[in-house]
């Protein structure tokens, strides 16, 4: 079992920056996956971030690469998402989730992902 908690977010000017983070807990190793995804009103969930627990290949959506940045502290079992060049079309709820094995790189769909966390609100205002 999985337990994920994100903290971090918040309301921001466009142009501005946050870390959000997640924490973890329960049985997750090296060869899992852990990633970030988002979901605005009225929209489907989508994967912003996916990557090994423990280091790897990271996969951005091409509507953050370059501002968004994945990083982890596994001594913490911690993951963090950096967001720099904030947009108004980056608002959403933003959520961590882990799954157990698979090519992380391309696991890129919610459906794919088995646990959760309950999400953090992103607001950016023009």
């Known amino acids: 079992q999985v337990q994920l908690v994100e903290s971090g977010g918040g309301s921001v000017q466009a142009g501005g920056s946050l870390r959000l983070s997640c924490a973890a807990s329960g049985d997750l190793s090296s060869r899992n996956c852990m990633g970030w995804f988002r979901q605005a009103p009225g929209k489907e969930r989508e994967g912003v971030a996916v990557?090994?627990?423990?280091?790897?290949?990271?996969y951005y959506a091409d509507s953050v690469k370059g501002r968004f940045t994945f990083s982890q502290d596994n001594a913490k079992k911690t993951v963090y998402l950096q967001m720099d060049s904030l947009k108004p079309e980056d608002t959403a709820m933003y959520y961590c989730?882990?799954?157990?094995?698979?090519?992380?790189?391309?696991?890129?769909?919610?459906?794919?992902?088995?646990?959760w966390g309950q999400g953090t609100q992103v607001t950016v205002s023009s």
């Open positions: 990557t090994y627990i423990g280091g790897g290949s990271t």
């Open positions: 989730a882990a799954r157990y094995g698979g090519s992380c790189f391309f696991l890129r769909s919610p459906s794919e992902y088995t646990y």
